[in-house]
């Protein structure tokens, strides 16, 4: 049986367009999106467009996970305020009410969630009757934790990095740290994507945060003893493990 679709959580995207004037002149705008995330499998993620009271529309697109990390940056604080709260309601009325409740009853929220579910179970080839809608409707009231939103974005981060997505590799772990800006493992992988940028002073900055919320956080110290060794300059022949946590 298929595994079951992953509420991800709300991610943006960005569009630039010009538009033209008279005599050839013109103003750049930027077109922000704004989505809610579901991964299906391994090679597919289903995306809904929000609309402006950031409940999702009942359209949807397949992207591929290359296509995903390169074009959709986390907005995690988006999920917790509006589809976080709906998706604890929706699982307490699938567990009261069973696979028999009847979505259009439901609040806007709750119902356009539902709807999405509904989607992603088709898309996934996962039969919408029995336990399955609760399941997922479950797993996505964690989004209403930093902590479970901060592994999926922190994982999307090091996938990013390690293709030497940089720019974007940092965007995911900044958001990461919006969720807990304590995190001393979020610091030692910003900091791992700074050096790799050669931005080596703000790289030596977090993991100076990272060890003082954790003094016994070994990479960290030993990748502060690499940088004062090499003097604080990043080099091409670099040789510092390839560590992301």
């Given at each position: 049986?298929?595994?079951?679709?992953?509420?991800?959580?709300?991610?943006?995207?960005?569009?630039?367009?010009?538009?033209?004037?008279?005599?050839?002149?013109?103003?750049?705008?930027?077109?922000?999106?704004?989505?809610?995330?579901?991964?299906?499998?391994?090679?597919?993620?289903?995306?809904?467009?929000?609309?402006?009271?950031?409940?999702?529309?009942?359209?949807?697109?397949?992207?591929?996970?290359?296509?995903?990390?390169?074009?959709?940056?986390?907005?995690?604080?988006?999920?917790?305020?509006?589809?976080?709260?709906?998706?604890?309601?929706?699982?307490?009325?699938?567990?009261?009410?069973?696979?028999?409740?009847?979505?259009?009853?439901?609040?806007?929220?709750?119902?356009?969630?539902?709807?999405?579910?509904?989607?992603?179970?088709?898309?996934?080839?996962?039969?919408?009757?029995?336990?399955?809608?609760?399941?997922?409707?479950?797993?996505?009231?964690?989004?209403?934790?930093?902590?479970?939103?901060?592994?999926?974005?922190?994982?999307?981060?090091?996938?990013?990095?390690?293709?030497?997505?940089?720019?974007?590799?940092?965007?995911?772990?900044?958001?990461?740290?919006?969720?807990?800006?304590?995190?001393?493992?979020?610091?030692?992988?910003?900091?791992?994507?700074?050096?790799?940028?050669?931005?080596?002073p703000a790289c030596s900055l977090l993991?100076?945060?990272?060890?003082?919320?954790?003094?016994?956080?070994?990479?960290?110290?030993?990748?502060?003893?690499?940088?004062?060794?090499?003097?604080?300059?990043?080099?091409?022949?670099?040789?510092?493990?390839?560590?992301?946590?």
């Open positions: 049986m298929p595994d079951l679709p992953e509420i991800l959580g709300c991610y943006q995207s960005q569009k630039r367009e010009k538009m033209g004037g008279k005599g050839g002149s013109g103003r750049d705008f930027t077109q922000r999106i704004d989505w809610l995330a579901l991964r299906l499998d391994a090679a597919r993620i289903l995306i809904f467009p929000l609309d402006d009271g950031h409940l999702p529309l009942p359209l949807q697109k397949i992207v591929t996970p290359e296509e995903f990390l390169l074009h959709f940056v986390p907005a995690p604080l988006l999920f917790t305020e509006r589809l976080g709260p709906a998706a604890v309601v929706l699982a307490r009325l699938l567990r009261d009410v069973g696979p028999g409740l009847d979505h259009k009853t439901l609040p806007d929220a709750e119902r356009a969630l539902f709807v999405v579910v509904l989607a992603a179970l088709a898309a996934a080839g996962v039969p919408d009757t029995g336990s399955a809608p609760l399941k997922v409707v479950t797993a996505a009231g964690g989004g209403l934790s930093p902590d479970a939103q901060k592994l999926t974005i922190n994982a999307f981060g090091i996938s990013l990095r390690k293709r030497g997505e940089f720019e974007t590799a940092a965007t995911f772990y900044r958001k990461a740290l919006e969720l807990a800006p304590d995190d001393e493992r979020i610091m030692f992988n910003l900091a791992r994507v700074l050096y790799e940028k050669g931005d080596t993991l100076e945060q990272a060890v003082a919320a954790d003094p016994d956080f070994t990479e960290a110290k030993s990748f502060l003893r690499y940088l004062k060794r090499r003097g604080g300059v990043a080099r091409d022949d670099d040789d510092f493990p390839d560590i992301t946590i």
